[in-house]
């Protein structure tokens, strides 16, 4: 069956970075973009990017272009996403998501989110 | 960005009853909005897609309207699995947006 598996929670100070992970299983990693999305506790959900792992391509939220880096390892189904120079507004969970298939921007599949609360 | 309101934040209802979940876009987004159920330590679960088509899976009481501005979540004969938190997403344009979700409890 389809599986996400995000990287345990992380603490982080402000002005440090973070790279996230996420394994998928169940399914063929490259025949579906996956896409990241954020929320902090009491805000609405906050979409914050895509990767298409087959070609590498990628799309950003302009907000957080520049600051955040969406990559995969296809040989081991995994997403990965960077986000530098932290503030506490960055404290949130964190998802990934895949999406009902390529260029999709319904999401059929979520992993379980990672925690990152950014406090010095 | 396009802006999604959801309306109301909550309710509460009982079981049976019929359920109304409003969102509204601040520009037309045509038919490309989606409905999303959240639960507690559960991920968020597809229910309806371009505005009115129901995911595979999804039981028929969860219907979908709307084009334009404004849409609409109904759930007919509220069922004990059906407390959650219901929120909208637009995919008509980037970036995809959400609205601020509509949480249903118990009466």
């Known amino acids: 069956q389809v599986q996400l598996v995000q990287s345990g929670a992380e603490v982080k100070k402000p002005g440090t970075s973070v790279k996230l992970s996420c394994k998928a299983s169940g399914f063929t990693f490259t025949g579906f973009t996956m896409h990241w999305v954020r929320q902090a506790p009491g805000r609405r959900f906050e979409w914050m990017g895509w990767?298409?792992?087959?070609?590498?391509?990628?799309r950003y939220s302009q907000k957080f272009q520049g600051r955040v880096t969406i990559s995969t390892d296809t040989s081991a189904s995994t997403a990965y996403m960077e986000v530098t120079s932290l503030t506490s507004e960055d404290t949130a969970t964190y998802y990934c998501?895949?999406?009902?298939?390529?260029?999709?921007?319904?999401?059929?599949?979520w992993g379980q989110g990672t925690l990152l609360p950014v406090s010095s | 960005d396009i802006q999604m309101t959801q309306s109301p934040s909550s309710l509460s209802a009982s079981v049976g009853d019929r359920v109304t979940i409003t969102c509204r876009a601040s520009q037309s987004i045509g038919e490309w909005l989606a409905w999303y159920q959240d639960k507690p330590g559960k991920a968020p679960r597809l229910l309806i897609y371009k505005a009115s088509n129901l995911q595979g899976g999804v039981p028929s009481r969860f219907t979908g309207s709307g084009s334009g501005t404004e849409f609409t979540l109904t759930i007919s004969g509220l069922q004990p699995d059906d407390f959650a938190t219901y929120f909208c997403q637009q995919y008509e344009t980037y970036p995809l947006t959400f609205g601020g979700g509509t949480k249903v409890d118990i009466k």
């Open positions: 998501a895949r999406a009902l298939g390529l260029y999709s921007s319904l999401f059929d599949y």
């Open positions: 990767i298409n792992p087959g070609d590498g391509k990628t």
